[in-house]
């Protein structure tokens, strides 16, 4: 109609959509989990939707460069994206400003008993390993320490790495 009106006919752009692995992303399925009640709306952290990523934390920079790096697809819907690669862009990110820290999450209390022959009893880590010169965190020793229930067993295997009482 607007041909032979000899009207402006603007050029019609279209997109192809955005998948990405082990996801929901389509809005009519989203839209069914929020009204049967398995996720609580839109903004759940388990949805890919923007709210949902921000309520896990991703950055608005994080998001942005993983959009720039993906691209723009033109043709066709069958393109899939691993979701790996979104959290690439979220460690890159991290690696650069969130700083390191230490802690034991099912705690198992380990006593030094030739704690006195130990020679260096506190050390330096950084705070960013990227990036060492931004600053260290001191750590000191002292004969009880805290050692992670994933980290110790009771039997001796050549297969496991951590600590056991041989």
């Excluded at 920079?61 to 819907?77: E, L, P, T």
Aim: glycine residues 4%; aromatic residues 10%.
């Amino acid at each position: 109609m607007l041909k032979d009106l000899d009207i402006y006919k603007p050029y019609v752009w279209e997109y192809s959509r955005l998948n990405i692995s082990n996801t929901v992303l389509s809005k009519r399925n989203i839209e069914k989990l929020v009204t049967e009640k398995y996720v609580d709306g839109w903004k759940d952290p388990r949805l890919l939707t923007l709210e949902g990523l921000r309520r896990r934390g991703y950055t608005a920079s994080m998001i942005n460069d993983f959009c720039a790096h993906v691209g723009v697809s033109r043709k066709g819907n069958e393109n899939l994206t691993s979701i790996v690669l979104l959290e690439k862009f979220a460690r890159t990110e991290l690696d650069k400003t969130a700083p390191r820290t230490f802690a034991v999450m099912e705690p198992i209390l380990l006593e030094i008993t030739n704690f006195d022959e130990i020679k260096e009893k506190s050390f330096d880590a950084p705070l960013f390993p990227a990036i060492p010169s931004i600053g260290l965190q001191k750590y000191n020793l002292t004969n009880r320490l805290y050692i992670d229930a994933e980290d110790f067993s009771e039997t001796h295997s050549n297969k496991f790495f951590g600590l056991t009482p041989e």
